[in-house]
């Protein structure tokens, strides 16, 4: 059996869902537009710079959730699924993944975005198996900090050896696919690393070493 590990966003979305669901949020009133756009806007910009101060991002994107109840985050977030991540998942995303279900593949998605926006986006795809950032969740309530390590950069890296570890897996074959520079961590730990629509920096790290990149949007890949 090979382990074939997904990121998310960007990946087998055509967008972010973090961000996404930060838009969200200014739509449906719950945080102030102005301000929240302006930081919402800028972490991502560092996202896809690769320079995220990644407690910081928490800091910001974990604050809605300790400030609201589990039944008004629960309406917001299933809304949140239909309008904004139902349009953007990839058919060709969804090719690959049944292409590794039929091959009997491990399938696993782990994405530095929160697990309580991250679940659900999970499930549509049919893939039980999620390593994503965890908010922590105290008598009753998201406390509107970080449980554990974040799975961002090398955080992903030592979530997924963690979850091996409870799994009783290893992965000397394993596939990971991934569009972003800040996933280089764990695409250089893996057997079989597959840039997908990558960014210019994974693009030119990928191209020195080899690795295949593939689209799922119908891209030209580069020679």
């Known amino acids: 059996m090979q382990l074939t590990i997904f990121d998310l966003d960007n990946t087998l979305l055509e967008g972010d869902s973090d961000y996404l669901w930060g838009c969200h949020l200014i739509e449906q009133g719950v945080v ?4 929240y756009e302006r930081q919402n806007s800028a972490f991502y910009a560092d996202y896809r710079n ?3 101060d ?3 991002f928490l800091g910001f994107s974990l604050q809605p959730l300790s400030q609201h109840s589990l039944d008004h985050l629960h309406a917001w977030r299933d809304a949140f699924v239909r309008e904004k991540i139902d349009p ?5 995303a969804r090719a690959l993944i049944e292409k590794h279900r039929g091959a009997g593949d491990r399938l696993l998605i782990i994405t530095a975005t929160n697990r309580f926006v991250t679940a659900p986006i999970a499930e549509r795809l049919g893939i039980a198996d999620l390593i994503a950032t965890d908010p922590e969740f105290l008598e009753g309530r998201y406390t509107g900090r970080v449980a554990g390590t974040p799975a961002f950069q090398q955080g992903k890296v030592e979530r997924l050896h963690q979850w091996l570890r409870e799994q009783g897996l290893t992965m000397p074959n394993s596939r990971f696919y991934s569009d972003s520079i800040n996933d280089l961590p764990l695409l250089s730990a893996v057997g079989h690393p597959v840039a997908v629509d990558p960014d210019p920096q994974l693009a030119a790290i990928a191209s020195e070493h080899g690795w295949p990149i593939i689209s799922l949007r119908g891209n030209q890949p580069p020679n």
């Open 54 to 56: 990644i407690d910081a």
């Open 50 to 52: 690769g320079c995220l």
């Open 88 to 92: 953007i998942i990839l058919p060709e």
């Open 32 to 35: 102030d537009a102005a301000d």
